[in-house]
């Protein structure tokens, strides 16, 4: 008598012997398998650099001291330029040489020690934090004038080299904010000792040339300067050296 649950095992046997390779061929290629993940690491931020310069300020006329100047270092904004009406701030350094207010401006300034008279310079010293900010913006006042000032704007420094020093020569402006009446009582410097700062604008309303010093010696009858108070271009001479 055949064996049933015999017969029906092998026939298990030869099943699962049939089933086995492929099973191992479906092992083998799950153990193989490889999966790549690209993952993208961010650059390093190097960390900023101080930059420092030293500004050297020469007066080159004879009988104009000036204000204490204004340094200051920026973005890519401009503080003033010839054709613009002149902010508040400036127009506080062109009549009364008050830079308090043209000095909140920018990344980094930093003003004079005082007043500097006619042949001597001083030296000014400006430190930033990135270099991609050196924009250089000076001003400085005539101060027996009424509204003259010079200085330079918005001047790219970033590829100025550690050592290396930039040298420029500047002209006087007005910054058509008050009329140039030359009177005592319209211009604080010495040779006047009159007012200042006053907000009401009565001239032009833009930065220009300056036209000069006309004087009493030369036909002004209300003027209280002389032609030793009278100025040619340039009037001051700059020196600009990165020490960082």
């Known amino acids: 008598m055949t064996n049933v649950f015999q017969d029906n095992t092998k026939h298990y046997k030869k099943a699962f012997v ?16 490889e999966v ?7 650059a390093e931020i190097p ?4 930059v420092s310069y ?3 300020v020469t007066n080159l006329t004879n009988a104009q001291p000036l204000s204490p100047p204004a340094v200051i270092l920026h973005g890519d904004d401009t503080l003033w330029q010839i054709g613009d009406v002149a902010s508040v701030e400036l127009e506080r350094i062109a009549e009364g040489g008050d830079a308090t207010d ?5 990344v980094a300034s930093a003003g004079g020690t005082g007043p500097i008279p006619p042949g001597d310079s001083q030296t000014i010293s400006v430190t930033i934090n990135d270099v991609t900010d050196a924009n250089l913006t000076i001003a400085t006042m005539l101060v027996n004038s009424n509204d003259a000032f010079t200085g330079m704007s918005n ?3 970033s590829s100025l080299e550690v050592g290396e020093t930039y040298i420029t020569s500047r002209p006087a402006y007005d910054s058509g904010t008050e009329s140039n009446s030359e009177s005592a009582a319209t211009m604080p410097g010495p040779a006047a000792n009159g007012e200042g700062f006053n907000a009401q604008r009565n001239d032009t309303g833009y930065i220009s040339m300056h036209p000069g010093i006309v004087s009493g010696d030369d036909g002004l009858p209300q003027s209280a300067l002389s032609s030793q108070h009278k100025f040619d271009n340039p009037v001051i001479r700059i020196h600009i050296t990165r020490t960082e």
Do not use: H, K, S
């Open 47 to 50: 960390p900023p650099v101080p």
């Open 155 to 157: 001047w790219n420094l």
């Open 102 to 106: 043209f000095l909140n401006q920018g």
């Open 18 to 33: 049939l089933l086995l390779p492929f099973l191992l061929v479906a092992c083998d290629d799950d153990d193989t398998r």
């Open 36 to 42: 790549i993940v690209e993952v993208e690491v961010p």
């Open 54 to 56: 030293d500004v050297t």
